[in-house]
């Protein structure tokens, strides 16, 4: 079955230390790949998108991901954590034939202490 | 320029009530997604509208129904809500209905409508 899979429910970083959140799709065509950010009480926000353009794709706020096919994997990077990164994310993917539908992981709620 | 909006932004019903939300996309797009996200888990796909047809259905009981007027905007409706249908729904609209390498497609999501269920 296809599949979005976020490995660790929440992490914690110190401000300035990297950030490293887990993707993992299942599919036997890669998907195209999404990264969203939710704040408390707020919708989603699109950070970057993997549609095979590049493997490595920069998106807002310093954040930037890599597809990795070998490792079926799309984990996102900070190089710096800031305060206000603390947020839960989600990785999302657009599977083959699914319209636009979006099959989302269980999110990754992210904390950033002093 | 507007996002996607939704109305109402709360909504406190009982079991076995009927609710219409409604979800107004960005002017020009002309798809229309509906997510389910629970408490602690990621949104999960209710339906996909585009140019006012239902383009796709999630894994959801029939009491689960939508539709989309000809300015492109959406009602969900649910009717003999349940406990369990007490969540946060998402609405999302795209310029078009298909994700693919040359197009560039992103959706945009509005804030939610935080349905109570008691």
């Known amino acids: 079955a296809q599949s979005v899979t976020q490995l660790g429910s929440h992490v914690s970083v110190s401000e300035g230390a990297l950030v490293l959140l887990r993707c993992n799709y299942s599919?036997?065509?890669?998907?195209?790949l999404f990264w969203y950010v939710q704040y408390p009480n707020q919708g989603l926000q699109l950070l970057l998108k993997y549609t095979s353009a590049a493997t490595l794709v920069k998106g807002i706020n310093g954040f930037e991901a890599e597809f990795k096919k070998s490792e079926t994997s799309f984990h996102l990077t900070k190089p710096s954590a800031h305060m206000s990164d603390a947020a839960e994310y989600f990785c999302?993917?657009?599977?083959?034939?699914?319209?636009?539908?979006?099959?989302f992981g269980t999110g990754t709620q992210l904390k950033v202490e002093l | 320029d507007a996002g996607v909006t939704q109305s109402p932004t709360h909504l406190i019903k009982t079991r076995g009530q009927q609710v219409t939300l409604r979800c107004s996309p960005i002017?020009?797009?002309?798809?229309v997604s509906w997510y389910q996200q629970v408490l602690g888990q990621g949104p999960q796909f209710i339906f996909q509208?585009?140019?006012?047809?239902?383009?796709g259905r999630g894994n959801f009981p029939d009491r689960f129904s939508a539709r989309q007027f000809p300015n492109y905007s959406s009602e969900l409706n649910v009717n003999a809500l349940l406990l369990g249908d007490s969540a946060l729904y998402l609405c999302?609209?795209?310029?078009?209905?298909?994700?693919?390498?040359?197009?560039?497609?992103?959706?945009?999501f509005g804030p939610g409508t935080r349905l109570l269920v008691l």
């Open positions: 599919s036997s065509v890669p998907p195209y």
């Open positions: 999302a609209s795209s310029l078009v209905g298909e994700t693919g390498p040359d197009n560039q497609e992103t959706q945009y």
């Open positions: 999302a993917a657009s599977f083959t034939g699914g319209g636009n539908k979006l099959t």
């Open positions: 509208y585009y140019e006012k047809e239902e383009r």
């Open positions: 002017s020009g797009h002309k798809s």
